[in-house]
Each structure stands twice: as structure tokens, then as C-alpha cells.
């Protein structure tokens, strides 16, 4: 970790506490800053805030804080509180299982540690956003395809949210996703998927490569078709609850 993110790690948190104090039960830094994924000046760096309740009252008293952060590279946080997490882990079973795999305690309870993830509702939330996202795409590519900076955008942005999916992919075969998307890439392919233009999308993303508009149309094309293989495998996952 980076000497400038442990800085704006530790300043955030001295602000959270400080802000909710008897409230506050717990912040939670989670994603790829919490990862060797973390890429400085590009990643986002998320954090999760447990607090004993939730109300517009409660979340008023950061808002003066929110541009400061948002200049640190600091997405707005994500709040939740007890119920909410209780309530929530079978509707949103992918979001609470990325954040377990990554993630790392500043302050408070570890109640990620705690969570156990339905493998079936895992499986068709995966499918479903899979398959939906597919056709966002679709839509924005009739939006974008005519700039060739605005398609190579779309591309560049959608990639993160896809290797969410794909750590999920793993999880439902029973294998622990690694750490390192590049990886991820490796172990997804061991099932017969097909990832070069996925990685091709990755690099666009990283900007390890540039690409003119016929080449990026074309990326598109076998990108689309690569993650129709994906939620295609996913559909035809059979789940089992271990025993």
C-alpha cells in the first residue's frame, strides 16, 4: 500500500469517527484499494460505514465532508446499518460476497466475516445482471459507437463490474477467485471461456493499449460475445448448498 493511501485511509476514518462517534460501528475500506488491483490516480476507493441506524439526519452530517473525499480519489460511501445488512444478503448476494473477498477493517466490527451467502441466490443474481448488463451495452453502443472516445470509454468502464461477475463464476464452482484480475481472466478460461477480448478490454482500461475506431468496434463485437458465453455458463451451473 501506498504511502499517499495509507494517509487518505487514516485521514478518513479520524473524520468518520469523529463526525458519528457513538453511532459509528464500523468502516470498512473494500474493493480494489483494499486489493493489488489498486491503481493510484484511476481506482476508486470505496468504503463502507456501519452505523447503528440510517436516517437523512445521519447522513446530512458528512456532506460537508463529501468534495474533500471526492479529491482524494474517495467514492461517496456506502452506509448501511444492522437490519439493512440482515434484510439484504439474499437480494444483493454478489455486492456482500466481492466485499467479503476484498476488503480490510479501519475501525469497529468485522461483521463481513460474519456473512454467509446463499449459493443459489448467488447464482441467479449473477445470471440475471450478467445477461441485463448485456443489454445496457447493447443500448449504449447505439449511443456511442458513432465517437470513437466515447465507445472506447464505455468499454473501459464496464469492465470492472464484469470481473465482479466473474469472481462470482468462481465462487459457484467452488474455487477461491484470486486476488489479481489477470488472474481471474486465467481462471475463468480453465472452463472452456473464451477471455481475449475481455483482456483486450482490461488493457484498454488500464491504458496499456490504444485502439482506432474499426479495431474498437470489432473489440465490441467479440467483447459482447465473450460475456454471452459467461452468463450462458452461469445458467447452466447447477448449485448445491455444502453440507
Given at each position: 500500500?501506498?504511502?499517499?493511501?495509507?494517509?487518505?485511509?487514516r485521514h478518513f476514518a479520524e473524520d468518520v469517527k469523529g463526525i458519528y462517534v457513538e453511532n459509528l460501528l464500523a468502516i470498512i475500506l473494500y474493493g480494489s484499494a483494499a486489493s493489488a488491483d489498486y491503481v493510484e490516480g484511476r481506482s476508486n476507493i470505496n468504503f463502507?460505514?456501519?452505523?447503528?441506524?440510517?436516517?437523512?439526519?445521519e447522513l446530512k452530517k458528512c456532506t460537508g465532508r463529501l468534495p474533500e473525499w471526492h479529491k482524494k480519489g474517495i467514492s461517496t460511501p456506502l452506509f448501511l446499518d444492522p437490519p439493512y445488512v440482515r434484510s439484504s444478503v439474499d437480494v444483493f448476494p454478489m455486492e456482500f460476497l466481492d466485499m467479503k473477498q476484498r476488503y480490510r477493517l479501519l475501525f469497529g466490527q468485522d461483521f463481513l466475516q460474519g456473512i454467509e451467502?446463499?449459493?443459489?441466490?448467488l447464482r441467479f443474481?449473477?445470471?440475471?445482471?450478467?445477461k441485463g448488463k448485456m443489454l445496457k451495452l447493447r443500448q449504449l453502443y447505439l449511443e456511442k459507437s458513432g465517437s470513437e472516445k466515447q465507445l472506447a470509454t464505455l468499454l473501459a468502464k464496464s469492465i470492472s463490474s464484469f470481473t465482479v461477475h466473474f469472481r462470482a463464476l468462481l465462487h459457484l464452482k467452488r474455487i477461491s477467485p484470486p486476488h489479481s484480475v489477470d488472474e481471474i481472466f486465467v481462471s475463468i478460461s480453465q472452463f472452456g471461456l473464451p477471455t481475449e477480448a475481455i483482456r483486450r478490454v482490461y488493457g484498454l482500461r488500464l491504458g496499456d493499449?490504444?485502439?482506432?475506431?474499426?479495431e474498437l468496434n470489432a473489440l465490441?463485437?467479440?467483447y459482447l460475445t465473450e460475456i454471452q458465453a459467461a452468463a450462458n455458463f452461469v445458467d447452466k451451473i447447477e448449485v448445491r448448498q455444502p453440507t
Open positions: 500500500m501506498s504511502q499517499d493511501l495509507d494517509q487518505t485511509l463502507l460505514v456501519l452505523l447503528t441506524e440510517v436516517t437523512p439526519d451467502v446463499d449459493l443459489e441466490h443474481q449473477c445470471e440475471q445482471e450478467l493499449i490504444t485502439l482506432g475506431p474499426v465490441f463485437r467479440d
